[in-house]
Structures are given as C-alpha cells and as structure tokens.
C-alpha cells in the first residue's frame, strides 16, 4: 500500500492525542463568554429553503478550511467544479494539537476563525459544549444519515437531531499480525480474548525477545476503543451539564484485570507507541500482533517495510464469540464553525465533500482513508484491493465487515483531553508499571469525577 | 591595561581630566537634558510595559477568576492560591525540580569552572577546538538534544542498551521513575556546560595579566594563582551563571515534556512546576488556575534567586 498514507495514518492516531492535549484555553475562554449553550442546538432550527441554498451557491463566496489532509485539494477541486462561484481557502493549520490549539485560540478571539474545521470524532462533544459547532441538520444534512455507516452517524448527531458534522473517515478496530511467526509457534489467529491471552503466554515462553501484542501506555486512544469493543459505557450526558462516568464499572475492570495481568505478567509489552523504539520494535519483530484500527494497514506498510509480506489482518478476538463486536479508534469530521458568516455556503460544502460519491471515493483512494460510507464499503473495487504487504490478503474487506460490528452508542466526554491525559497517568502508568490497573481504573475515575464537578457538572452514577 | 599604565606614568590623570570639565557642563540648560531623558528611555519602557508587565497584569488578573465549562465565570478572590499552596501536583514538581537545582547545578557548575580554568590556563595544546567543542552542545536546539539523548537512553534498542546486551550485563534502565531526573540532568549539563563555561572563561580572560606577575614573583604556583587570584576574580561572572541556572532549573521544561513521549509512565503532566501549569491552560482548560500556578512559580524563583544572592554577599562580607 503506498506511502502516501503514512501522513494521514500518523495523525490517525495524534487525532486522539490532539483532542487529548489540544482543547486549550479557549475552550474555558469560551464558555466563560456566556454563549456556551449549546451552539445552535436548537433543532427546531427552520431548515433552510431550497431556494436560499441555491441563491448562496450562486453568491461568489470565500469558504476558509483548516485541515491536515495532505492533498485534499483534489477533492475540493471537486467542489469547485460543481459551485464555481464558491472558492475555498485551504489551510493546513498543523495536525492535532496544534490544530486544535489555534482553533481555540481563533475561537476565542472572535476573529480568525475558519468557516470549516477538521475535527475527529471524539472531539465532538468538546467543541459542541462551548457552542463552537454549527448544527448542520437545518441545512439539509439529516437526508444524508443513510448514506454513513450508523455508528458513525452516532457519533456526529446530538440527542435532539443535531448533526455536528459529515464522517469523512474511520478507524474500526481489528488485529493486524505476523503470520510468520504465528506459524513458527504454532499459534492460531486468536478468536476470543482467553484464547489470546494464551497465545500470549506461549509465544513469550517460547521466545521471550517477543510479545504477542504491545499495548501502548500512552494511548487512551486504544482504551478507549477496546472499551467500546467491550460494550462499555463510559460516558453518558443527558441535557447539557449532567455528566456520568463509570470508566470503572464491571465491564471496564475487566478489561483491567485482564490486560492489568497480561501486563504484569510480563507476557505483553507495553512500550509508548509512534516513538521510534516502537517502530523499531515492528521492524526487529519484538511484537507479533498490532491492535489497531482500519487506517493502522496502510499505515503499517509505510513504517515497516522490512516485515513486507508477513503481515495479515484478522477482527479484534471477542468477549463472546457469538456477537462479534468491534470498536473504533480515529477517523474524523469535517465541521462547519458556528461564527461562520456563510453557513449555507460552508454547510453544502462539508456535506458534498464527504458524501458526493467521487470525493468520497477520491478520500479512500488517493489518501488511503478508510472510507464512512455505506456505498464504498461494499464497493467491489475498495473492498477487493489485495496489497501485496498482507500477502495478497483482502484487507480491505476484512475492515469493511468489522465496521459493520461497531457499536452505535458510545459517547464521549465534553472534556476528552482531561480524560486522556488521566488515563495516561492511572491506567497507563499502571500497565507500564505492572501495579494493580483495577485500583488504576477507580483513581481514572475519582480524578475525572472531580475534574467534571470542578467544571462545574452534576455527575452522576460516579 | 598598558595604555593607562603609559598614562600613569605620564602622571596625566583621566578622572581629573573629567572632573575639570564638569562645571561647564552644569551651564548647559537644565530642561535639555531633562526632557531628552524620556525620549532614550521610552523605547524600553513601551516594550516592557506592552510585553512584560501588561502580561503580567493579565495573569493576575486570570488568576483570581475561575472559569467553567458548565457556569462561566467567577470572581473567586485568592481562593485559586488557596488552593495551589494546598495542590500536592503542585508541590511535587516543585519538589523535584528544586532537587534537580541542588545536584544539576553545582555539577554543572564545577564541570564549567573547571573547563573554564584548563582553557585559561594556557597549557591545553588545541584550546580553540577544545572550547569550541564544549559549547557546541548549547548551539544544537533543546529539543534537538533532548531528542538524540531520548534515542541514546532507549531501552531496547539505544546504544547503551545494545552494548550492556552484547557484554550480558543488565541493560542501564534510564527512563525509568528512579533514573529519571538523573537522566534529566544530564542532558541539561550537557546543553549548558559550555555556555556556562564561555561566561567564566571571558571572565577570566578580563584579569590583568599583572597580578599574575606579581604573584609568580612572589613564589606562587598556578594551584595558588587559581585559588588566590582567578577564583575570587571569578565571583561576580559565578553568582551570574548561578542566577541564569536557578531560572533555569525552575522552569525546567523542554526535556520533560519531549521525554514524556517516550517515558510517559515516568513524566507525569505535573512533573515539573512549568509543565504543570503548561498542561493545566492547554489540556485542562483551566486556564485561571494555570496563571496562578505560573505566578506563584515566578515567586518561588525570584525568592530562590534571592536566597542564592543573599548567601554569596553575605560571604562576601565576612
């Protein structure tokens, strides 16, 4: 698979670290201006004429786009092609938490600000609590829910019909691993979590230079989208200042006791990943498998050449086997900023950029994003692509059928960085450690619980 | 210096010259000079007041609000340094990095001043490659060298490790939580030593070459000359440097916030005081408690820096 997706792929995964460390002073600024309640929620917004969308199609008009897609001029040409009189002003205002730093700080000033942002998923709900987000549903986006995959659609729709923003990419989660040395040890691809944990330690007994999997100690990112896999919940709001966090409730201690004691154990490495003893680590075949999300093959094939051809792509193992279930971990949005002066201009704009069948397409085949349409996802010519890096292997389609596991509901905090950056230091520190996770779980908890009412939330079911 | 001997010996004395002049001047109109002052002063005072102190003022003044995410804002008084004294994030990374001074900073400090005596002394063959060689460290950015030692201590694929591997020893472990600040300041002693050093070695050069004559002819060997003559010279250029490293060492920064990267199990958000606050505006959104936190760092270093001032005059003294 070619290289040009490593760019995309890395910041796959600094999405999650960006929202983790970005949402910056501005978000406080913000919601201290009084405006905070909810930008535009009002769902009962009138939707916006037909007539007056194509009156401002017509307007000769100048839509600002910050983004880090490298290349995303192609799809905007697209664009452009179609409403000449709308130019758009790409700018690439860094990936991650610069990204987010300077749209904070744009934001605050009140002045800057672009009329479209890139914005991952997770980071949704910190950027709707300080009313930074236009809703999108009064300007014709709720027709295009059937068109997304529906978890995705999940993550971008607020409890009273609000839509946020438009999916553009995805990262359901799945297990990449080394045939090879599978075969070596006679180690079958895993199908439940218990029968991995065994493969684990009998690859570690066998070659104790080699862990069956490394479990990055910081990255809240995979957490999170394991305990998506598993089903948890743990962040739900309802209205707009009532929060409540179980991050240590049943199912979440159980993914503590079970990766806690892998970790301490010894038979998984838990070494900081996107660092370069990592990548080393891919390269010198320290770890047999990669717990990663539908953006990590492409991404995989950049940063490991030496391994080319050894590699396959198999679901994540299960909880039960029976209801195969997967979570997700990237992806992003793009949003239209609510001090926007051209909302109808901006809001045609993200929804023809991710639903219009051809820059869709163009998103998954120049830039190697994983698409989050119904249509390309069964789409022969995506789904049969056999990169020769997974030895001929349809990986594609193995991602394309798991997206179909991912849970709908998962929600996440309005406060993402904070909840990333707790985990690091409880739960990550504690695998890293090899001391007790499911005490790590309940101090993630009570750290976030305070944080949440410091801020001034009712939390409930803490 | 041999121009004003020459001038000694002429018996033509320069602070005379300058005082027979003096009452001329006094006839010049007072109000002249009194309204140029300004005029010299005013680039300066515009700068520091636009870049200095209405920053400063920003702060405090942040640091007596809070700001919700769920409420707005809220005039809370001093309750932000409440809890600040309270906050145990807060005094750690206080903790470690006024540890970090007490070890990094003589270390350094001896290791500068030694370089800095060797140059001076003149007996060094390629003294020019030598010091060049020591400061080059503080040409290469921080983040530069934090980057290349975060490579370097990696255990499992860093020189160090490779080669403890290949002897069978025990691989040298320095991420880990109890090799850390060690780890830390080496690679701040190796950044600074040579910047420190350069400081010291001018110092040096500004001694008259005299009292060095002086004391040869009265039997003193370069040990003593050292200790009796360049040492004490060296005083002012010394409590300089130690200043500098007090700042420094309170705002450690750069190296833990790149090494978190690659040892986050180790450096937490609040490992050092500056990082704290820096993690606090940019990932916790609290921006009011971060400028506390910065204003009461900037108390804890100017009373430190006074300390350290108060004990070299005191010395001094007796």
Sequence with gaps: MPRSFVPTSSMSRRRFLAATGAVSLGAALAACSGDSDSGGSSASAKPVSQADIDKAMKTPTQLTFWTWVPNIQHEVALFEKKYPAIKVKIVNAGQGVAHYTKLRTALKAGTGAPDLAQIEYQAIPTFTITGSLLNLAPYGASALKDQFVDWTWGQVSGPGGEVWAIPQDTGPMGLLYRKDIFDKHGIQVPGTWDQFAAAARKLHKADPRVYLTNLAANEPAAWHGLLWQAGAKPYATSGKSTLSISVDDAVSKKLGEYWGGLAKEGVISTDPDFADAWYAGFNKGKYATWLTAAWGPAFLSGSAKSTAGTWRAAPLPQWDASKPASGNWGGSTTAVIRSTKNPIAASQFAQFLNSDPASAKMFATNQFSFPATKALLTDASFTSDAPSFYGGQKVNQIFADISDTVSTSFQWPPFLDQAATDWTETVGKSLADKSDTVAALGTWQSRLTTYAKNQGFTVKGA | ?318
């Design chain 2, 1 to 318: 210096m041999a121009k004003f001997a020459t001038a000694l010996e002429q018996g033509v004395s320069p602070p005379t010259a300058a005082y027979t002049k003096r009452p001329r001047r006094a006839h010049t109109p007072r109000r002249w000079s009194g309204a140029a002052g300004p005029w010299f002063v005013a680039p300066f005072l515009i700068l520091f007041l636009l870049l200095f102190l209405a920053p400063l003022g920003y702060a405090a003044y942040l640091s007596l609000f809070q700001q919700r995410l769920i409420g707005g804002t809220v005039f809370v008084g001093l309750d932000n340094y409440v809890t600040a004294l309270k906050d145990p994030l807060l005094l750690h990374g206080v903790g470690r990095v006024a540890l970090f001074f007490v070890i990094q900073v003589p270390l350094m400090l001896l290791l500068a001043l030694l370089f800095a005596l060797a140059l001076d002394s003149g007996l060094l063959r390629m003294a020019r490659v030598i010091r060049l060689g020591i400061f080059v460290p503080y040409a290469v950015p921080s983040v530069v060298a934090t980057l290349m030692w975060g490579y370097l201590y990696g255990p499992d694929f860093g020189p160090f490790a490779q080669l403890s591997r290949k002897l069978d020893l025990p691989a040298p472990h320095f991420l880990s939580e109890s090799w850390m600040l060690g780890s830390l300041a080496n690679i701040v002693t190796w950044e600074f030593v040579g910047y420190n050093m350069i400081i010291l070695y001018a110092a040096l050069r500004t001694i008259p070459q005299d009292l060095y004559e002086a004391a040869a002819m009265d039997g003193a060997g370069s040990w003593r000359i050292a200790w009796s003559i360049k040492l004490p010279a060296l005083r002012p250029a010394l409590l300089l440097t130690l200043l500098f490293s007090v700042i420094g060492s309170f705002q450690l920064f750069n190296e833990p916030s790149l090494l978190m990267k690659i040892a986050p199990d180790v450096i937490s958000s609040s490992y050092t005081a500056n990082l704290y606050a820096y993690s606090l505006a940019f990932t916790g959104n609290q921006v009011n408690y971060a400028a506390t936190v910065s204003f009461l760092l900037g108390l804890v270093i100017v009373i430190a820096s006074y300390v350290v001032l108060l004990t070299a005059n005191r010395r001094r003294a007796t």
